[in-house]
């Protein structure tokens, strides 16, 4: 991945068959008619199809992610993956953190570090999520909860081209809601000029921010165009391939701002 591009990102969570490889298809299709978006786009399908989309994908500018990793590179850990398999399999980054991962499989902000470590031990890009619950932003408490995540969650040395934050307020996932763009722009610059802080690597504060939380094609405009967000993790609009296309076409023509 160049780490100077915006990255669209669709995460399927625990969604589709088999069947569902037509989607790919159709969006590599979109892909090759319409030049590409000035972005790299990257699909994460469930484990199931990872094989099936790598053939599928071959000869396609679009990449493969995976949803969630086990911290240790092999062993007696019963239904989890190892980052190398992963990439064995095609994978060229990892999902760590996720909210939804966070409140059914309790992970920590130390396990999430821990996966991202894992991630860039096999030579994945890790993908970390870090967010707010409504409650937290009621309280006041939206910054201070994000920063207490991105401190704890960050790889150490990561680096633009191995690590990419994304702030996925949790109240705004799958709920039809957004923060406004002031909110955003505020969250985006907070969590910018904390990865100057806290970063090891001098080029830290240049990782690329996604916005994740119900991002749609009518409001992708509007949310990608907020200073410091460098694209989008998207769960339910990037399971059909003419609604992620249009999410990534806000990119064609190279529109990005920072
Ligand atoms: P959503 O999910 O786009 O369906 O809100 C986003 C995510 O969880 O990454």
Redesign the pocket.
Known sequence: MAANRPLVAG?W?MNGLAAALAELKALQERLAEHPAPEADIMVFPPATLLAQARYALRGSDILLGAQDCHIAASGAHTGDLSAEMLADVGASAVIVG???RRADHAETDALVKAKASAAHRAGLTAIV?IGETAEERRDGAALEVVGRQLKGSLPDRARASDTVI?Y?PVW????GLTPTPEDVAEMHGFIRRELGLLAESAEAWALRILY?????PGNAGELLSVPNVDGA??????LKAADFYAIASIYAGNTRRR
């Open positions: 995460n969570k996720h909210s939804e999520c994304a996925e705004a996932i799958g709920t994740g939380g119900s991002v749609k993790l998207v769960g339910g609009a990037s």
